[in-house]
């Protein structure tokens, strides 16, 4: 009897024993959940199956706008007193430089000889200004005006041709009627005329008999100047619908005027015979 006891002890301890290692050793391998952390709202936690990933959002911002707009440049002339930069460099109505100075002495020297300040280079370390008369800016904004005009524009052909004030006649027509053919195309064409050491012809005068030649299509974008010592230049360009139509009416009116005075001639001449 006392053995089967034993017996009986023996075999409840050894389920007891393999229960609790069973649930020790499964806890174990058995995969802990890990808890979820939520990320604040401005952040979100990059999925790897997913290749967008989300940023700090600017609010009131799109991706165009965030970005720096380019400057326009500022049209040259007087820039007034509203000057944000505290140091400048500063040059006088003569083209000299007066040096670095603080802008409110560069302020009172405006005051003081009763000129303006105009910016010159912006992007200069400290930037640049030079104080002006109002006929100095005047003159200086025609200039650029006049450059901006005659600077071929994107797209445009400008075709150039240069030759002595010596030329010869038929050389010369050669050249007209090669100006005539661009302008057809509706080009434009830059002439420069040198002048010959043993030639007293007017420069001036050969510009406008080229143009006289091909004045029913052609007019000048740029009148004939002097751009160095014996040389002058012009730029000639195709005239447009409208200053076609100005011309044609103002030669029906000057043939018409010819013929009126072709016949008063013929009535005064019949009565006097």
Known sequence: MTTFCMMKLLCQATRNENRYATKFFGTLLTRTPQKRVFSPFWMVVPDPRKSTVFGL???????????????RKAAFGSVGRRIPYRILHVINQDGQSLGNMHRAEALKLM??????????RENAEPPVYRLMTGQQIHEEQLKRAEKKKTSPNPGMVQKELSFSSAIAKNDLETKTKQIAQWIEKKYRVKVTIRQAKDSNTDMFMLFDQILET????????????????????????????????????MEKQKNSTVKNDENEDLKSSELHQ
């Not at 005051?111 to 010159?120: A, E, P, R, T």
């Open 57 to 71: 959002a600017q609010p009131f911002c799109t991706a165009e706008k965030s970005h720096t707009e380019p400057k």
């Open 111 to 120: 005051d003081q000889h009763n000129l303006k300040l105009v910016l010159l």
């Open 214 to 249: 091909i004045s029913e299509k052609a007019t000048y974008l740029s009148k004939p100047k002097v751009t160095r010592e014996g040389v002058s230049t012009c730029i000639l360009r195709h005239m447009s619908d409208k200053e076609l139509k100005t011309y044609q009416k």
